[in-house]
Each structure stands twice: as C-alpha cells, then as structure tokens.
C-alpha cells in the first residue's frame, strides 16, 4: 500500500482488485468477432499512461481511485494541488506510484507487459531511424 502525506493527513492508496475493477470501466473496447459485447480495459491505459507517458492527469485519476474506500478519503482537487506543489517531485512522485503498480498482485503483471511492449516499439523505432 502506497501511503502519501498531503496537507498533514496521511492517505492511503491501494492497488488491488477493487482499483483494477473501477479502472477498467474506464474503457471499454468492443470484442471482435461477438457483435454487441466489449472488454473493459481501461487499467492497461490508465497504467500507461502513469507508467510509460507520466501524464500528470492520469496520475490524479490513478490516485483518486487507488484512494477509493479508504479512510480518509482524498479527493481529485486534493491531489491537483498536492501535485500543482512546488515542494512536491512529480518525477519521483510518478516513480513511487510506479514501482507500487509494479509491485502489487493486481497490477504487476500489466506493468511488466506494458513497459516490454514500449521497449520494443522503442527498438524498432530506433532501428527504423538508422
């Protein structure tokens, strides 16, 4: 569990099954093949989008719902000015949130494939280049 001290509280953030679940409603994909059915996926891209393109709004969306039925409670303002900060690191802020992503059971295993699939697309774009 990933822990943050914002204005003199101490919150937690959990990234387990439950934020799995509440991240992947964020998008769905239609399933091809099985007209009328999608996949919810959007953990993959909120992840990547933490992990891979450190996009400071995807962060507060990942925080907001790793912090979801924790007490107490942050909310998404909270986090903008936790982040709009001048104190706080948002480089080693981003790192800390990844290495919890890569480390926890529910999320592990997306990070690994996430960060060997942007490897290799940056290896081919390097070849490509030479």
Known sequence: MMEL?????????????????????L????VQGMPGTTKEIGARYLIASVVVD???NALV?????????????????MLDSYIDS???DIDELMEKTKDFLSKANATKKA?????????????KKKAQEQ
Do not use: C, H, S, W
């Open 54 to 56: 450190q996009e400071p």
């Open 86 to 88: 001048e104190e706080v």
């Open 5 to 25: 001290a914002i204005n003199g509280t101490v919150y937690q953030f959990k990234f387990g099954m439950g934020f799995l679940r509440e991240a992947n409603k």
């Open 27 to 30: 998008t769905t994909v239609p």
């Open 61 to 77: 969306d990942l925080l907001d719902l790793a912090n979801k039925g924790e007490n107490p409670r942050v909310t998404k303002a």
């Open 111 to 123: 990070v690994k494939e996430i960060l060997k699939e942007y490897e290799e697309q940056m290896a």
